[in-house]
């Protein structure tokens, strides 16, 4: 039983004044995006770490520790900018919470400590004498003397000067008084009830209040192998006894391993040592996740003390072989290695003068409730590290020693010494320490958990924070069929339908796969009493409403650079163009404009009008001798000329008006060309699909190649989708609330300029008016332009087969496609539905698995199921003033 002082007294800022006389200076670090990095960007950020490593002290403590994070704290970034009185909301935050309670939620935090050096001879003995004087005043129960001002002034400027020469790139910052505390407490407290989530940076006050201070940690008793209660339930080795319980509040059992030998040789990137327990321990034994905390006790030595060293280590050896002279056998091959050890030291250090010696002393913590857990875990972190030559013992004995070694404060243990490495700066980072997993927002949505790590990880998205901060929010999901991006893309239209946004989408399935999920969201919806409307719009065949653009579609709009102008009059150009085929330069497209001019302010607009209009235009232009479509002939011209126009003009309106009228003819035309049907209305319900079933779109490959003849059917097809999406344009941005258009297999948006115009205005104009698409593909290049694909923020790459398309859809989300590991992560075919590649706003990448809503009613309407008749029968009738189907 050892009750070993504590060794810190009081925090002030930055700082921890400790009983020894020193005071230490910690910072945070945000650490390296290093996961999924390309191979320029691991390069960078190993130099970003180097550097840091050469501008430490002689001292210091490196510590990355997993921080508890409380579920209601999840959930409460959840709700950050949403309507919580919304019941759907509420409902959702519920079962959240409900999932989330059962599990351990943590996440990394990294740490630089280092003791501030002594000024002079004076400033050391004042800080002995303070030290001695607090020791005195605990043992009399007195109050101890805070550090002076002037002292205090005085440190923070060394440790100032100190951070300066860290890289910008590590993100470091002070740390606050309530972390520095969290640190102790999470040392003293893992795997406890009572040990505390990460705080808020200002929540020192508020820990204080909680009861949680310095002081609690004074009397904390430690039992190096435990004690005689303790008693393994398999009683494999009821003699030795590898691990460490402390007695705070709560008995904690934590083991520390160290690493206690390296390979001389090791490959820049494959040997990140430190990245290990990040990604492995995922695929070892998931009843059991857990983490481990990794402390760095770093000692560093100057360029020419360590020159001087290799060579005093180099005449020792030569002596030791001079021993074996005598000896048939020779020398012994250790002292081969040895030498040659030396030597490639040696030659490191005078190539790279400036670069100091490490000597690191890597402890690695494992935690648990019980004994015969810590045993488990400390098993599974030694089977990581043994295969790749790093040995990892547990030191009988010294388990206490090797847990102060990693306490911001207490002095450098003993048993450093014995398990020290020798490394240069370039070396120790290539082991990679202070890898970030951040993923996503820091508030939002849970769309799913990150899989790279051995505990729960919630991925949070945040569409509507990055709309508020005038940031794009447009989303790409990619992968083959069955690989779950559109069970992704109705997941994220649920959570935002949810939150009081609302959403229009075109589906193309036969069996109306977003339709069918409409109805799920209606009937939950309606279930429960919630104020949700849906609206299912059948566009095919002989239809029972109006899908006239000049009709549906508003008289003012405004376009990307803030004009106005009239949407269903541009709509209508557009459609007539596929329709007619025409250049946008012809006379007869000319005529269309014109005509279009004429009819457009009327209250009674129609695609029917126009036919009349071009009809009288023919028989106006023949009859009267003079033309009717300019501005008036030039003085000077003769009748002749007029006549001559006027034909010409009467030619070209009759056979625009004999064109229309065989298009209006067709049965499948009716909904843009019968006006006696009703309107549809679009901006009444929550949630629009526009189904489209069986609309014959021509393949890309034929649409490119000017030579291939369209049939009517597939010309009519693209000007029904075109017209839908200029639908999905025109709900999306007549106002500001928070809009989603969904558009899987967005292929099709590809067949016409047109189409491929209004994607890209909702791509880019979208911020404006707080939409955001979401376009769902096999194939990445789909998406748009190199130009289009770069606006879209968000990207996903789920599983794809084909390895042309998984090398395509891999540098999509930034993934270095030449190397074969990194495209297994999508080229895998054992991958399971669901999991991707995530590529975040803020350029972060990493591996997440899609978690549906807590919710098992919505999650029934999400899912495709085979076998599912075909939803071709879906009524096709305009909206009730409620927004659900008439």
């Known amino acids: 039983m050892s009750n070993q002082t504590f060794p810190a007294y009081d925090i002030v800022d930055n700082l921890v004044v400790t009983r020894q006389g020193t005071v230490w200076a910690i910072w945070r670090l945000k650490g390296v995006p290093y996961m999924r990095a390309g191979l320029n960007g691991k390069r960078q950020m190993r130099l970003a770490i180097k550097h840091l490593c050469s501008a430490l002290p002689e001292e210091s403590l490196l510590l990355t520790l997993w921080a508890r994070v409380d579920p209601l704290t999840v959930v409460g970034q959840t709700?950050?900018?949403?309507?919580?009185?919304n019941p759907m909301v509420q409902e959702l935050a519920a079962a959240h919470l409900e999932v989330l309670g059962d599990d351990e939620i943590r996440k990394p935090t990294h740490w630089v400590a280092v003791p501030l050096p002594h000024i002079d001879a004076r400033n050391r003995f004042g800080s002995y004498r303070r030290a001695a004087q607090v020791s005195i005043a605990e043992s009399f129960g007195l109050p101890w003397t805070k550090l002076p001002d002037d002292e205090v002034a005085l440190r923070q400027t060394q440790a100032q000067r100190l951070a300066s020469h860290f890289p910008a790139s590590l993100g470091h910052r002070p740390a606050s008084p309530a972390e520095i505390l969290w640190i102790y407490a999470h040392q003293h407290l893992r795997g406890t009830a009572e040990e505390p989530p990460l705080p808020a940076v200002d929540d020192y006050a508020q820990l204080l209040r909680s009861g949680l201070s310095l002081a609690e940690f004074r009397d904390a008793i430690f039992y190096e192998g435990g004690s005689k209660d303790d008693r393994l339930e398999?009683?494999?080795?009821?003699l030795i006894r590898r691990y460490v319980r402390i007695d705070a509040h709560e008995q904690s059992y934590q083991s520390n391993l160290v690493i206690a030998d390296m390979p001389r040789h090791f490959t820049f990137p494959g040997t990140e040592w430190f990245t290990w327990p990040y990604n492995l321990l995922t695929g070892l034994d998931d009843t059991d996740p857990f983490c481990c905390d990794v402390a760095v006790?770093?000692?560093s030595v100057r360029n020419e003390d360590a020159q001087k060293k290799a060579r005093r280590q180099r005449r020792e050896l030569i002596g030791q072989?001079?021993?074996?002279?005598?000896?048939?056998?020779?020398?012994?091959?250790?002292?081969?290695?040895?030498?040659?050890?030396?030597?490639?030291?040696?030659?490191?250090?005078?190539?790279?003068?400036?670069?100091p010696e490490l000597q690191p002393t890597i402890v690695l913590t494992v935690w648990g409730d019980s004994v015969d857990k810590v045993e488990h875990r400390a098993d599974r972190i030694e089977a990581l590290y043994r295969p790749n030559q790093f040995p990892v013992p547990r030191p009988t004995g010294e388990q206490e020693e090797l847990f102060w070694a990693g306490v911001?404060?207490?002095?450098?243990?003993?048993?450093?010494?014995?398990?020290?490495?020798?490394?240069?700066?370039?070396?120790?980072?290539?082991?990679?320490?202070?890898?970030?997993?951040?993923?996503?927002?820091?508030?939002?949505?849970i769309l799913?958990?990150?899989?790279?790590?051995?505990?729960?990880?919630?991925?949070?998205?945040?569409?509507?924070?990055?709309?508020?901060?005038?940031?794009?929010?447009?989303?790409?999901?990619?992968?083959?069929?069955?690989?779950?991006?559109?069970?992704a893309m109705k997941t994220v239209t649920y959570y935002i339908l949810s939150r009081g946004g609302r959403g229009i989408t075109i589906d193309r399935t036969p069996m109306g796969e977003w339709a069918r999920f409409a109805y799920g969201m209606r009937q939950w919806a309606e279930h429960r009493g919630y104020p949700l409307s849906v609206n299912v719009i059948t566009v095919s065949g002989d239809v029972g409403f109006s899908f006239d653009p000049l009709r549906i579609l508003p008289r003012l709009d405004e376009d990307v650079d803030g004009n106005t102008f009239d949407l269903g009059r541009t709509i209508a150009e557009g459609t007539l163009s596929i329709l007619l085929g025409y250049e946008a330069t012809s006379a007869h497209a000319s005529m269309v404009s014109e005509v279009l001019d004429r009819i457009a302010p009327r209250p009674d607009r129609s695609m029917a009008m126009l036919i009349r209009e071009m009809e009288s235009l023919a028989y106006a232009s023949a009859s009267r001798g003079k033309p009717v479509t300019g501005s008036g002939a030039p003085e000077g011209d003769e009748p002749e000329v007029l006549k001559a126009l006027a034909e010409d003009d009467a030619a070209i309106a009759w056979e625009i008006r004999r064109q229309l009228r065989a298009i209006a003819r067709r049965p499948t035309s009716r909904a843009l060309f019968d006006e006696t049907l009703p309107v549809v209305r679009l901006d009444e319900a929550d949630f629009t699909v526009l189904h489209t079933p069986n609309l014959p779109l021509p393949p890309k490959e034929v649409v490119n190649n000017p030579s291939t003849k369209l049939s009517f059917e597939q010309i009519h097809a693209q000007a029904l989708i075109y017209v839908a999406t200029a639908a999905c344009r025109y709900v999306a941005f007549r106002d500001n609330r928070m809009t989603v258009v969904p558009l899987d297999e967005c292929w099709f948006l590809n067949n016409n300029h047109e189409g491929q115009q209004l994607r890209y205005e909702i791509i880019r104009d979208g911020r404006k008016h707080r939409a955001a698409v979401l376009l769902g593909s096999h194939d990445a290049a789909d998406f748009g332009?190199?130009?289009?694909?770069?606006?879209?923020?968000?990207?996903?790459?789920?599983?794809?087969?084909?390895?042309?398309?998984?090398?395509?859809?891999?540098?999509?989300?930034?993934?270095?496609?030449?190397?074969?590991?990194?495209?297994?992560?999508?080229?895998?075919?054992?991958?399971?539905?669901?999991?991707?590649v995530l590529f975040d706003r803020h350029g972060n990448k990493g591996v997440l698995h899609i978690a549906m809503p807590p919710l098992q009613d919505v999650r029934d309407g999400m899912l495709t199921h085979t076998g599912v008749e075909p939803l071709v029968s879906a009524p096709a009738r305009p909206a009730t003033q409620d927004g659900d189907d008439a």
């Open 79 to 85: 709700l950050d900018g949403v309507d919580t009185d």
């Open 234 to 238: 398999s009683m494999r080795r009821p």
């Open 297 to 299: 006790r770093l000692r």
């Open 321 to 355: 072989y001079e021993e074996f002279d005598g000896d048939i056998a020779g020398a012994p091959p250790e002292l081969g290695d040895a030498s040659a050890a030396l030597d490639q030291e040696s030659a490191e250090l005078a190539v790279n003068k400036l670069d």
């Open 408 to 445: 911001p404060g207490a002095p450098r243990p003993r048993v450093c010494d014995d398990y020290k490495q020798f490394l240069l700066p370039s070396g120790f980072a290539a082991g990679m320490p202070f890898v970030d997993v951040d993923l996503g927002d820091p508030s939002g949505f």
């Open 448 to 487: 799913g958990y990150l899989t790279e790590v051995g505990v729960t990880y919630p991925v949070m998205l945040d569409l509507e924070g990055a709309l508020r901060a005038q940031r794009a929010a447009s989303m790409a999901f990619t992968g083959e069929l069955g690989s779950g991006k559109s069970v």
């Open 785 to 836: 332009d190199e130009a289009t694909r770069g606006l879209l923020k968000y990207r996903f790459a789920f599983r794809q087969g084909d390895e042309n398309l998984a090398q395509l859809n891999a540098g999509f989300v930034g993934l270095d496609a030449s190397d074969p590991g990194t495209l297994g992560l999508i080229n895998d075919p054992e991958l399971p539905s669901g999991r991707c």
